[in-house]
């Protein structure tokens, strides 16, 4: 969506973790549905869509040249357009606002501006008529809140200095007085998308081009907080904004600020494009929207209409099944607070608004759960959507709970553990490492797996110079009591020999380990998965992946990975059910070099090529 690719242009042993905090506006409540809501649809339509192109920087990279990039206007009828329909669905899916283009950087205008040399789709696409303002009407008779999409460059404007990539109007420094013009025509646009259709945010894109001087953006801010003065901004006005949008890639480690928003396609476009069929699963998608729950954010999930005006049916699809979970997991969705970002549990986790409820998502079958070093005792626990009793003991630290198989959701389950305050934790320094003989004479042979697996993702590896790489114990003695766990050992030893520490916290929903050459990833499965385990900020190209153990080879997808960008996409990769072990599967993800990790703060697109 951004882009800055041509040169003429201008980076104690006792822990509570539910706490609040709050950024600094000039009225901090402003923010509370906007935090609350978690879902958000943003709708990109424009004249792009009737051959299918990129939207504006089709002709701003010279992939097609302005006019022929113009002449799509003739295409865009909108004569299926039925806003109410696109309404009902944003409804559905269960997000609580929507934002649409209501000028991308073409400059194409959805509604009837009257700026002085303003291209709009009354007066000169075919559809005639102003296409912003049904859908807004719409969406204000229900509670869905709005917003509004503004690109501040116009590079079809005859005032703004840039056109494409490799030409310029004029510079501005040269000519003040034509760049002001521009940046009154492009105020007098916002007054008027104000007046008309008082939204509730406004989504800016574009700044990267000027500075905040250049765009008068404290004027600009003014002018919008004199219609509104709770408006909602987004952090593309030079950072005068509300909240932080990254976009595309999902954070690896948790934004800074208290609040942000990660905008996010279902394929790998924005507008429609017919021969993208790069399509996430809803699986996927629902796993991206716990992705940003859990580390207090929002999903600004985007569609792409026709020219017509009708909607793709994957999407739809997607939207469907989104609104399918949402009302089933509502309480784990909307008003809660990030959850646990540390060793405490791998899982994805939040926390209701009073932090008196810890909700950990599932995306995998299992028996049980269980949380260690709970120092807090438990009022209650539920599987949200089931309404059975569970079964948990609390005893030492230790809640321990037996999950239903019959229960579990086809994407991601959700357990809700009550207290009567905000849970507290012991710290992991307080814990002491895993002792091999005990381990070894571990009645519970599920017991005995995963603290092996959560001590060699901690770097404790309990068996170094005790087994062989094909799994013969070196000493006589080191004999596990049952043969199940003497089994899984040797199947496995290939990574229990040599483990050496996982990766940090938030790239992988589970333990890991790595090979004395950190060129092999171990993954450690637990239960069977819902859908592809996922991988966030692998910088590494993958040879091959594997099952450990039995040598199956495992395919893999990987989204999101923009080929002129740093950010490394999301690694998706498929387990047949049928080679799942019972007790823990290791999948080893062969790298082309030592390890390398992305966990940079993750921000707007500023290039496109």
Known sequence: MKI???AFLMPLFCVSFFAASAQQHSNPSKMTWFEDAKLGIFIHWGIYAVDGVSESWAFFNNYMSHGRYLKQLDGFTAKNYRPEEWVDLIKTSGAKYAVITAKHHDGIALWDSQAPEALTTKRHAAAKRDVLRPFIEKLKETDLKTGIYFSLPDWSHPYYDVNTRIKKRFDVAADPKRWSRYVHYYQQQLDELSKAYRPDL???????????????????LSLLRKHNPDIIINSRLNNHGDYETPEQGVPVVKPASTHWELCYTMNDSWGYQPFDHHYKTPNMI???????????????????????????????AILRELGRWTKKHAEAVYGTRAGLYN?????KNSFSHDGKTLYIYLDSERARYRLGRLLTPVKNVRLIGHEAKLKYSYNGGLLDITLPPAAFDNVASVLAIEFDGSPQFASADSVAPYSIQALL???AVQDAVEKIAASSDAGDNIFADKLTEDGIFLSPELNPAQAELKQWIEKHAEVLAF????????????????SKDRKTLYLFVEGQPSGPIALKGLNNDIARIRIVGEGSMLNHQVFNKLYWSAVPGM???????????????????????????????????ESNL
């Open 286 to 316: 629902v796993r991206t929207l716990i992705d940003c729950i859990a580390m207090g954010g929002n999903l600004l999930l985007d569609i792409g209409p026709k020219a017509d005006g009708s909607l793709p049916e994957q999407q739809v």
């Open 343 to 347: 060793s405490h549990l791998r899982e």
């Open 499 to 514: 483990a050496n520490a996982g990766m940090p916290k938030g790239h992988y929903a589970g333990y890991s380990a790595l």
């Open 202 to 220: 406004l989504w800016f894109d574009g700044d990267w081009e000027h500075s905040s001087e250049e765009w008068d953006a404290p004027g600009t």
């Open 441 to 443: 004479k571990e009645p």
């Open 571 to 605: 690694v998706y990769i498929d387990i047949p059910k049928e080679r799942l072990d019972k007790k823990m599967t290791v999948i080893a993800v062969l790298l082309d070099k030592p390890i390398d990790l992305y966990r940079e703060n993750i921000g707007a697109i």
């Open 4 to 6: 800055k690719s041509f």
